[in-house]
Structure formats: structure tokens, C-alpha cells
DNA sequence: CGCAAACTTGATGTTGCTCAAGCTAGGTGG
DNA sequence: CCACCTAGCTTGAGCAACATCAAGTTTGCG
């Protein structure tokens, strides 16, 4: 089940408000946003499988998708959750390299590979904007390699939450977070499972650090305290 | 103890072999050799800190090096190992992201970040060579994820001397590996400790997959075995 | 209102960590 | 040349954090 296309007119989107663009001179932004073409995804569904001919790169427009890598045996690693603005497939090789898949509905723009490498090469800039976007990522994979390796439980949950706010933020830092995956995604992101992730929220909650009105919202009472925690900085005890 | 420079002569380095030169014309990669300093480092000795002002890219010449993050209370995350080829400090940010320290002698090509980034704007195909180099960096980092995230010991030591033999390969896959950097590097590349390290590796040689005739020199015996290991295609229990 | 999926909580198990003690190899000085 | 000494490696015993297995409980949707 892969998504449908749909014309990208200019009635649907603003070509300027696509982030691939970002930076670009007027002409360049338009020669880039042309060869785009809008997706819609719905939850759970797939856009790419690791292993598939990388034939396209795509922008997130609206929603969240989560990116994975499996292991033979079904244990699954999450390596990001892309909201509005990402990038995926750009990763150059002949296959792609991660599954991805649809976490809310999804709006993409999708890009064929072919047209996008020869503007790599003859839009100015562009090669330069990926090049600050795909830095973007490997920092924040490398922020995650050290999650994941030295990070207790609680440290990563922590980590997970300060993370998804920024994200949210429309203004700065609203001391309240939606988390829009299930307990499952963020166990297979932390490199934990569903019941940690449930027992750490738990923890949190009885020591007043957070509130937990639904599963999916959560506001943060001593934001302080939890970026101590996400900083390695306490004392696991309290 | 920082590095002390060395003039950057055609004596002392052939511009042309420099990594990051690969792909670039004749003219450009003059251009950009020609802003490079060469420096010495010796084992243990730091390149730059995490923290530190990010005025340089460098690029290794020869022998290997260790980037890693700290939390605060000493828990480390080796990011990577980086020997001849690689780039460093290339992530763009005021400050680098990460320590670098020598593990073997190391010869270094330092470029000032000044006017590196003008090159990266004025030499055609330099940003597209840049934007390839930090892609693998990524799909590295992503590799790294999975297997901090969900393999058990015996598969990271298992995909660590898959990936460290493969790198010193210089034909192909000669079943030996030499292993520079020391038991409690190797435990925080892959978020264990030094004991745990050892004791999977005394596991792998009792089950006759690899032999170990010093600390740091390794033979397969089984390479067959240990890729699957790696994979993780293998129950844990033979 | 009922059902299925997701989340939470509890009891038990296992992997890898901690603490502690030997071992080995390489470098130094007698 | 050999003995010592130290740093790094290995091995062992016990432990803790997190995983697993197994019920409950809540949530959201038809």
C-alpha cells in the first residue's frame, strides 16, 4: 500500500514554504519546487522499505513519519521521527537505507531522484543547503549514539521529552508536550521497550517532574529538573 | 598539548592524494590543498575538545583517531573511530560537537575554517563532494544506532571486527584484523564495558570464530559465523 | 455501549555492570 | 640479561537495571 499522487499546483502548496528551499534566491527555489510533487500517507502506512530502489526524495510537509532499520529476527531500531520540514531518502546509495513510515496522516513532496541530482549540480546553493541539513542530521545522530549507548532508562525518556517540546514549540517552551507515536516507537527510538517506557513516565509522574493527563499529553512540572535528568547530571536516586 | 603545525610543502604531502580532494578537477583541488597545514599528533594527545571554537576542518593523513561525547559525570560515547581519508570538525556549528584524540601517531591536514567555507561556496563540486562525505558519515551514525539500540554484546563485537577489518582491508577480506585502539575504546564505541568487551571476545574464541594471538591482533576462523552473528541472524545459544 | 488496541502494573528472569582479584606483556633500571 | 613494575587485559562472583511474561486497565472508536 504506497501513496497516491497528486498534482502539485500551486493551489496546493506555496512553493516557497517547502524547507528544501530555504535559502535558496527566488529562481532557484522555484526551479527546485517544481519537480516536486505532493503525497498524501496515512497512519501506518508505508512510503519507502529499507532495501527499495531510491528513486525518489521527499520533504515532509505536515505530519510525522517515523524512519527504521530491522534486524532478521523483528527487532526494529527507529533512528528519527520526521516532522514537517525533514528531509529523507537523501542518503545517497542505490537503495534506500531505512524503512519509513507514516505515524499521523502525512502530506509529502516528493522529488524524482534523477531531476533532483542534476539540480544538485546546476542550482547554486543547493548542494551547500543539503549539505547544512544532512549536517543537521548526523549531529543529532551522533547526540542519539550517546543516548543510546550511556543513557539510563529514565535519562533517555527524559532526553525523548525535551526533545519532542523543542520540536513542537510553536513559540519557545511551552512546559506541555503531544507525543503523536505510541509507547511502542518511542521504546524501538530509545533502544528500550514499551514497559520501560511506561515504568520511566510512571517515575517521572510520582517524583512531580511531569503530568500525565493522556498517554498522548504530557506537561512538564519541573522542566529544570528534566534537563538535569536529559544532561546526565542526577544522581539516578533522587 | 595541541599540535604543533608543519609547513604543508609538496615535500612533505602529495595534494592529490588528500581524501578530500577525491573528485574535484586538477585546478580545484590545488585550490584546495593548498590551504591545508599539516600537524603531528601523538597517542592520547587531543585535536580539539567539545566545546572548543570550531576553527578548523582537518582531515586524517595517516593513523587513527577517537571523536567522542562525555556526559557529566564521565560516562563517554565514542561517535567513531576516523582513520586516513576522513574528515573532521566539518559539521557545521560555532563549537565542535564532539572531543577528538589521537589513539595511534596521527598526521593531520588542518584547514582553517574561514576559508575552507569560502572554498565550499567558490569551488564547483566542492559542496557536492562535502554533501556525499557527510551521507556516509550519517549512514554510519545510523548503522551505530541499530546496534547500540538492539544488538546484545556478542553481535556488536561480532559487527565491530566485521567493520574494523573491512576498513583496514588493503585488498579485500583477509581474515585478520588488527586492533589499535584499546579494550575500553572498543566498550565505549559500543556502549559496553571493558569487561563485557573481553568476555565476548574469550566467548567468540572458545566457539572457535575468531583466534586471538595478542590483544590486538584478531584472526576469523569463521567469518561465515561472525557475519551472522553481526547480522543478528543468530540465536544467542549456537 | 462494547470492543480491540494500547497502555500500565506486577512478578520473575537474564544480560551486562560492578567490584575485585589475578594475569600478561612491554618497558625500565639494576 | 634478567627482574621488576605498571598498564592493560582477563576472569570470577554477586548485583542491578532492564527485559520478559502475564494480567489488568484505560482509551478511543464504531
Redesign the pocket.
Known amino acids: 500500500m504506497y501513496a497516491d499522487a497528486v498534482p502539485n499546483t500551486s493551489a496546493s502548496i506555496n512553493f516557497a514554504s517547502l524547507a528544501i528551499c530555504h535559502g535558496l534566491g527566488r529562481q532557484a527555489a522555484t526551479r527546485v519546487a517544481t519537480i516536486g510533487t505532493l503525497q498524501k500517507v496515512v497512519p501506518g502506512q508505508t512510503v519507502f522499505s529499507e532495501g527499495d530502489q531510491a528513486e525518489s526524495v521527499y520533504e515532509v510537509v505536515r505530519g510525522m513519519l517515523r524512519l527504521y532499520k530491522l534486524l532478521p529476527d523483528g527487532r526494529r531500531q527507529i533512528t528519527g521521527f520526521l516532522s514537517a520540514g525533514h528531509l529523507l531518502g537523501l542518503v545517497h546509495d542505490e537503495l534506500y537505507l531505512y524503512t519509513a513510515e507514516a505515524i499521523t496522516e502525512v502530506t509529502l513532496c516528493r522529488y524524482p531522484r534523477t531531476r533532483f541530482d542534476r539540480l544538485v549540480d546546476e542550482v547554486p546553493g543547493f548542494a551547500r543547503r543539503l549539505l547544512a541539513v544532512t549536517s543537521d542530521e548526523l549531529r543529532a545522530a551522533q547526540d542519539q549514539m550517546l543516548l543510546l549507548g550511556r543513557k ?3 535519562e533517555k525518556i527524559a532526553s525523548f521529552l525535551l526533545m519532542m517540546a523543542e520540536r513542537h514549540s510553536d513559540n519557545e517552551s511551552m512546559d506541555e508536550v503531544q507525543i503523536p507515536m ?3 516507537d518511542v521504546a524501538d527510538y530509545l ?9 520511566a ?2 517515575k517521572l509522574k510520582c517524583q512531580g517532574v511531569i503530568t ?1 493527563s ?3 499529553h504530557i506537561e512538564f512540572s519541573n522542566r529544570d529538573r528534566l534537563e538535569e535528568l536529559a544532561a546526565g547530571e542526577l544522581a ?1 536516586d533522587f
Chains 1, 2 share one sequence.
Open positions: 539510563t532508562a529514565t505510541g509507547r511502542n533502544g528500550l521497550t514499551t514497559e520501560t517506557v511506561s515504568r513516565l510512571a500525565l493522556t498517554p498522548a539516578e
